[in-house]
């Protein structure tokens, strides 16, 4: 079942649009300091009481992500608190280039949610050597599957399925990393259809 959506709120100031919350409650997943957002992009997940809403840019918003502070992964916000600023002084033309060249690179062309590491470390596709593999493609898989996991200084953090923009459940539809294989933060490691 999709996440009901919600938008934002906007704000000019000093050349810069605020992106501000239009609620009371926890802010999550939030966009990657620099990364380019154009209007309408999803920018996180903001939970009210006991629901979870996607959170997404007003459709004049567009910019590349400033983030001044160290985040949480969830952060608690009030009623029109900033949440980060975009710097709109790139060209919409410049950045719909450069989401378009990135998921290019990534997807080769696949359509999809992207699954992205959440720390550096090292990548691995099963629980231990000679074990199945967590997913193969074609997978269906639900909200709370494991995908993987990522080695930190001998610590082993599993990669959770936490749903897509729209659904709690999808389809494997690409493994765009290798067993045993280093990756860095932000890095896509799976695409997931519906």
């Known amino acids: 079942m999709p996440l ?11 050349s810069q649009f605020k992106i ?14 620099g990364s380019f957002l154009l209007g309408g992009s999803r920018i996180g997940r903001l939970r009210i009481l006991n629901v979870t809403y996607n959170l997404f840019l007003p459709d004049d918003a567009f910019g590349k992500v400033i983030i ?6 969830s952060l ?27 998921k290019k690179g990534y997807l080769d062309e696949a359509e999809g949610f992207l699954v992205k590491a959440f720390t550096d470390g090292i990548f691995y596709r099963r629980p231990s050597p ?4 967590y997913v193969k ?12 996991l990522i080695e ?9 399925f936490t749903g897509t923009d729209d659904s709690d459940s999808g389809t494997i539809v690409k493994i765009l ?7 860095k933060t932000g890095q896509p490691l799976f695409v997931i259809g519906e």
């Open 152 to 160: 930190i200084m001998k610590t082993f953090n599993h990669v959770v």
């Open 130 to 133: 000679g074990e199945p593999t």
């Open 76 to 102: 608690a916000v009030e009623y029109g608190q900033e949440l980060f600023r975009l710097n709109p002084e790139t060209r919409l033309a410049d950045a719909e280039k450069k989401i378009i060249a990135e």
């Open 20 to 33: 501000l919350s239009p609620a009371v409650g926890y802010f999550s997943d939030a966009p990657e300091d």
């Open 177 to 183: 990393v290798d067993d045993a294989q280093e990756v």
């Open 137 to 148: 493609e074609g997978d269906k898989i639900a909200k709370g599957k494991t995908l993987g």
């Open 68 to 73: 001044d502070t160290e985040r949480d992964k």
């Open 4 to 14: 009901p959506r919600l938008q934002s709120f906007l704000e000019s100031d000093d």
